[in-house]
DNA sequence: TAAATTTCTTAATCTACATTAATGTATAAA
DNA sequence: TTTATACATTAATGTAGATTAAGAAATTTA
């Protein structure tokens, strides 16, 4: 149960990487992501601080994600081993996040997706930088500033 | 324990409804989906033999999903507030799905989602009619039909 | 069996978002 | 402070997939 500092831009795991571990966000900000075949990066969750960070495979297949630090930030490595440990509210909670995403992916617009975004987690729009945002909506950073432009236009009156 | 038979088309939970529970599959098909506010239907998921068909929400939270019999089924209701006996190795078997269902919408075109899943669920595509494989890939019917024509024109030489 | 309903295909047109590219603005490094 | 690098905006053009519509197959029901 030892804390961890890393820096802004470390990267913690690898895809491809054996051993996954989680890790408990103390303070600061990671995110999990992949880059695909054409280098695009694609994030996949957002991780502040009360959050667990995990790549969803066992413990000994190789990792899908990429995970590193938006923030510097203390976290706490847990083996994925200790099964027992395992809060299984915590752990509902961020699968109904997850079937939110893919509902939200499937079903909703854009704008919507960027909408639901901010209202569900308004200090991570703050702190991540615009391109990560479009990253985790599925669109492009230009995509989300012409978005954006346009709520703001019909927004004031 | 006791397994129920239910007939196809035959609907097991709504959305809103309470006390949602998890069915474990013993035979037949079922699926789980969303209806938005346009009233098209977005499939999440679905449950073939040996799958366990849950809507991720606490036991005392108002359902999100649908979830019906596509083929008549033989299933066994589980109660969520039994977490003992959850089996983790499989939990989290079904949670890498949904993440590699997330990186699939957001990383991946029509096409290479359907390749993915005619090769990860190949029973299926004969099982369920093809507008509920495009909703789970999340196209129209006519784009999936589309697609699989020019699948076709384009393998024989 | 026929009739009704559901499912699938094909084609024309439309639209949300991607791509490309050029310009502007921060942040970090020298 | 200047220069370089990363990040954000705006606009023109392109494209995957949506929408609409109409007909053909298949399946269900009577």
Not at 6 to 13: D, E, P, S, T
Not at 40 to 49: L, S
Not at 85 to 111: C, E, G, P, T, Y
Request: aromatic share 8%.
């Amino acid at each position: 149960m030892k804390k961890i500092k890393v820096v802004k831009k470390q990267i913690l795991q690898r895809k491809g990487d054996l051993h996954s571990k989680s890790y408990k966000v103390e303070s600061g900000l990671l995110r999990s992501y992949t880059i695909d075949d054409k280098g695009k990066e694609h994030i996949f969750m957002f991780g502040p601080e009360g959050w667990i960070v995990t790549d969803y495979v066992s413990p000994n297949e190789p990792c899908e994600l990429y995970i590193d630090a938006i923030e510097d930030s203390v976290i706490v490595p847990i083996e994925k081993t200790s099964s027992q440990d395992i809060d299984l509210k915590k752990f509902i909670k961020r699968i109904r996040v997850l079937q939110n995403r893919v509902i939200m992916l499937m079903s909703a617009s854009a704008v919507d997706r960027y909408e639901h975004f901010i209202s569900t987690y308004p200090n991570i729009i703050q702190r991540a930088p615009q391109h990560m945002i479009a990253s985790y909506l599925g669109i492009t950073p230009e995509a989300l500033s012409t978005l954006k432009s346009q709520r703001l236009r019909s927004k004031k009156k």
